[in-house]
């Protein structure tokens, strides 16, 4: 008899256990929860953390993410606008933002990575194939470094920038954004992680570079020279004008010093009588000196000039 109401005591207290464990839960700060009463939710979804009671055996607890999670979309192959074809990598950050929502449409994360896929795998696509490769792989229309692409493409006449690798990401991002919110998800943000060239038209694409490039070089090349030019005739000028200034700063110094000559001879010429005899006496000699040499006969008339200071020389 004892055994038996001993065995119903301990029956008693499992059964209050199980009552106990099946009605209490704990939600964490991570978590959020939706209660189902034969699979279908109950009550609103509970995102406080703590400890909470339900219905044991007959409500089931179905934990959800509250935190931001992650999503990386597998390398694609996709066409752009210029029928080029490139692998686009993506990933994105999203959140649970309606619970209810959520659980209802998809349930659990897996089913939800599988619809963001989709989603945000067909937005990519489409945006892609609106655009052509160089709006694609830039980043932006208002970049604007020393020397930016877009002065190149005005240039060289290659095609300008209008929208930019942002402002594709953008449109994906606003376009998912729309379709997850019905299904629950918030999506925080979208990136294009890597874009590739597809290996059969990479050597296309690589030679049209090369071509790009060359063109650009080229483009230099001719500023260069005609820079150059710009400083050489610029220098040849300078060059000249210090040579007009010189000669006249030279004509100017030939001229004082034929004036001071000048005076000195007047002076000269114009002083004393015995100065005058001194300075015809000199110049005479001078003459003589420029006439007579050696090998020169010279036949002198009695009143000759020249001749006077040889004559009085005896």
């Not at 001993?6 to 939600?27: E, P, Q, R, W």
């Not at 964490?28 to 929860?33: H, I, L, N, P, Y």
């Not at 000249?240 to 010429?269: H, N, P, V």
Request: neutral net charge; without cysteine; glycine residues 6%.
């Amino acid at each position: 008899m004892k055994k038996a109401v001993g065995l119903m005591v301990a029956i008693f207290v499992v059964v209050i256990l199980l009552f106990i464990t099946g009605a209490i839960y704990t939600v964490r700060e991570s978590q959020q929860v939706i209660l189902t009463q034969f699979g279908k939710p109950v009550g609103d979804p509970i995102t406080e953390a703590g400890l909470h009671f339900k219905i044991p055996f007959i409500v089931k607890v179905n934990v959800l993410e509250k935190r931001v999670l992650a999503w990386d979309g597998v390398s694609s192959q996709m066409a752009t606008r210029d029928k080029t074809y490139i692998q686009v990598d993506t990933f994105a950050r999203w959140e649970i933002s309606d619970p209810l929502a959520y659980f209802k449409s998809l349930r659990d994360e897996r089913t939800a990575l599988s619809r963001l896929d989709d989603i945000l795998g067909s937005e990519t696509r489409n945006a892609v194939a609106k655009h052509d490769l160089i709006e694609v792989v830039r980043s932006t229309k208002d970049r604007k470094p020393a020397t930016t692409d877009l002065q190149i493409d005005k240039e060289t006449g290659f095609d300008p920038i209008n929208v930019g690798r942002r402002a594709i990401e953008k449109n994906v991002y606003e376009t998912a954004k729309a379709k997850l919110g019905e299904l629950g998800i918030n999506l925080l943000d979208l990136r294009f992680k890597r874009i590739n060239y597809n290996r059969d038209v990479a050597p296309d694409i690589y030679l049209r570079m090369i071509s790009e490039r060359q063109q650009i070089a080229e483009r230099f090349r001719s500023e260069g020279a005609g820079e150059a030019a710009r400083i050489k005739g610029k220098m040849e000028r300078e060059v000249k004008r210090i040579e007009s200034e010189a000669y006249r700063e030279i004509q100017s110094i030939l001229g004082e010093a034929d004036a001071e000559s000048t005076r000195i001879y007047a002076e000269a010429y114009g002083g004393t009588p015995d100065r005058e005899g001194f300075y015809e006496f000199v110049k005479t000699l001078e003459a003589y000196d420029d006439i007579l040499d050696e090998k020169t006969t010279v036949i002198l008339s009695t009143d000759s000039e020249l001749f006077r200071f040889l004559k009085g020389s005896k």
